[in-house]
């Protein structure tokens, strides 16, 4: 697309598609990512696969139409297949050489570090969906705020309104005092509001040398040099795992908190609204007794 | 819907009729009034919207002589989602009406709110420019009135279209400052190394290395969680393929950031007039050589 460069992440997928239409896939997935993502593709990410498109805005494109044989420890597909099956076809594990059991723990470490790179993307959305849940709460709470001022604003007006309608009677008529059965409290902070008190918690422990910031990925570290046989080929897959679930763990810590401050904002919320209740129902009341009064002076 | 049209055109005849007449302490703008909201509804129903809305109009108007400018303002709000449908610009005229009629009566929010409309508007119209204007006028109204979130959604339009002109600073500070707003608050924290993100893509397009490291420190400061972040080492080895002007690397990086978490339409856009300016410095680079 930007030239005649070959693109560094070009390395063949085990079966024979023809190209990827993720735009920035790394393509070196092995076998059991096409298990996840071929149900989710739409048409016409099928049509550009069939037509052999590369759909990568950042990839330079020489190389998209190769068909590929071999994955990436140069296994057949058809290899594959068979370590899918748990060699049922061919006799069973007992039955295979130490050649064919080496080959098969590397194709079952790459499905294991597979399954927990998805594991993260997974997590890794679901903490994009809880920002933003965290962003809408933020604003529910502002606006249930605003809403509570605008209470407390109508409560004034009201009182004025309930002056005037009480010196309206004229001279001989009985003094109207409007019934109030509490004050209105307009919006109240209940406790104190852990929104704004622990904003920089986490910048105070780190400060103290408490919480390490969680460390990155290392899928970039430079690797040590080509494995070139099974033990460190499964050895590689099994330091891949350890950086995929070291930050699964970071993200599910993250998660965690922000469970927690959704579940303690929902609290304040539903406290706030409690008080929010309280004051409208009551506003409520006097309204109706000062139309009451607007009639039986109309009625005179 | 005939029978619909019939009844809006009559309703709108007996109004005219009641404009042109006389009427007795300022109640012929009342009954008016009436009689042209009838008319507005029944030319809803009808699916007349032109119409509809140039009766709102007329109702606004009769709400004017009678002082009653909220419901003037919201008159001209109904006439511009009637217009919505068939006239972009007279859509935005209208809103613009009742935009300066609720600041004359102190409904800022309300102004706020139908701003953020008219942006809205222009921007389904690819008019950026206007968006953007109208867009900065909405945050400014939401902050006045201490809506802070509303103000930073409309900031955060901003500095998206900011970006999209090339305006890279204005966008750069946008994110800086809604990040530094978020990291005082539980619920918003969250959110910050994505602002940053946005940010420090920004500093990209500036093609200045010294200034993408120094933001990337700066950044460091503000949030010391941010440097063990993917975003942040997305960042750093951006600005180092840059440094080290290898397109390859930079492709490689994006992909390994992207197959995780997938990159939006805009970081895409931004990240390719990156790409574009790499690719150049490596072609000179070639020609000298």
Known sequence: ?300 | MGDHLARAEDFENKAEKKLSGWGLFGSKFEDAADLFDKSANSYKLAKSWDKAGSTYIKLANCNLKLESKHEAAQAYVDAAHCYKKTNINESVSCLDNAVNIFCEIGRLSMAARYLKEIAELYESEQNIEQAVVYYEKSADFYENEEVNTSANQCKQKVAQFSAQLEQYQRSIEIYEDIARQSLSNNLLKYGVKGHLLNAGICQLCKDDVIAITNALERYQDLDPTFSGTREYRLLADIAAAIDEEDVGKFTEVIKEFDSMTPLDSWKTTLLLRVKEKLKAKELEEDDLT
């Not at chain 1, 071999?70 to 594959?80: C, D, E, H, M, P």
């Not at chain 1, 249930?144 to 004025?160: K, M, P, Q, Y």
């Not at chain 1, 003094?175 to 904003?199: L, Q």
């Open chain 1, 1 to 300: 697309m930007f030239g005649s460069k070959k693109s560094p992440l070009k390395v063949a997928k085990p079966s024979s598609v023809e190209s990827w239409t993720n735009p920035f896939d790394s393509n070196d997935e092995g076998m059991d990512t096409k298990k996840y993502s071929s149900s989710r593709k739409t048409s016409s990410e099928r049509a550009l696969t069939t037509l052999g498109v590369n759909t990568n805005p950042f990839d330079d494109g020489t190389d998209a139409n190769k068909k590929s044989s071999s994955t990436l420890y140069g296994f057949q597909s058809a290899n594959w297949n068979k370590y899918k099956n748990d060699f049922r076809d061919s006799g069973g594990l007992e039955n295979q050489s130490v050649q064919e059991l080496e080959s098969y723990a590397v194709y079952k470490a790459e499905e294991t570090t597979n399954s927990v790179t998805n594991c993260l993307k997974i997590a890794e959305n679901i903490r994009e969906e809880a920002t933003q849940t965290l962003v809408t709460l933020h604003q529910q709470g502002e606006q249930i705020t605003r809403s509570h001022h605008v209470a407390a604003d109508i409560d004034h007006d009201l009182t004025r309104g309930e002056k005037l309608l009480g010196s309206l009677g004229g001279l001989f008529s009985k003094t109207w005092k409007p019934k109030k059965t509490r004050a209105i409290t307009g919006p109240v902070i209940v406790g104190d509001d852990p929104v704004r008190r622990k904003g920089n918690h986490l910048e105070q422990r780190e400060k103290l040398g408490l919480t390490s910031a969680p460390k990155g990925q290392s899928k970039l570290r430079s690797p040590p040099q080509e494995p070139t046989n099974a033990f460190e080929k499964v050895e590689v897959e099994k330091n891949k795992q350890d950086d995929a679930l070291s930050d699964l763990s970071d993200l599910l810590g993250e998660l965690k908190g922000m469970a927690v401050d959704m579940g303690s904002e929902i609290e304040r919320h539903n406290k706030a609204l409690n008080h929010l209740y309280d004051d409208v129902d009551e506003l409520n009341f006097r309204v109706i007794g000062a139309n009451q009064r607007g009639r039986r002076l109309l009625g005179k």
